[in-house]
């Protein structure tokens, strides 16, 4: 199974590592990294690229750290999914221009976004990312 035999490159390793939750769901690899450092990496897998950055306030605690990476933006040919979205957050989806495609408040499940192609930003709580639907 490809889930546990593809490869991927970091452009810092020192900000993030790959750990080994995995998981292949209908169609939808998920892939687990852990925050290691603050600071910012891009990971590039399957020919996609994501940008990472690692916040950390030290009145919050090292445990935190990874908390704030939680959240997963996951992307296909319909859309984009976001899990882990703690409860009460707003998700947002903007394309390039600036226009709000979508908005809604979580409520603990995963949010499905049909998008036609085209790059995106998912903003998540506090959690911004940049996402290509092809």
């Known amino acids: 199974e490809f889930i546990n035999a593809f490869s991927f490159e970091c452009t810092d390793e020192s900000v ?6 995995r998981s292949y769901n209908d169609g939808i690899a998920t892939i687990g990294f852990s925050a290691l450092k603050p600071g910012k990496a891009t990971i590039t897998m ?4 994501c940008e990472v950055t690692v ?8 445990d935190n750290v990874a908390a704030a990476t939680d959240v997963i933006v996951v992307a296909d040919a ?6 882990n979205v703690a409860e009460g957050n707003r998700v947002e989806v903007y394309s390039l221009s600036g226009v709000k495609m979508f908005s809604a408040v979580a409520d ?3 949010i499905n976004v049909a998008l ?3 790059l995106y930003i998912v903003k998540a709580g506090e959690t911004a990312v940049k996402c290509l639907v092809k």
């Open 16 to 21: 993030v590592e790959m750990n080994r939750k």
């Open 46 to 49: 399957f020919g996609s690229k």
């Open 108 to 110: 603990g499940s995963d």
């Open 55 to 62: 916040l950390h306030d030290p009145a919050l605690g090292v």
């Open 78 to 83: 319909s859309g984009i999914t976001v899990k």
């Open 116 to 118: 036609s192609g085209g």
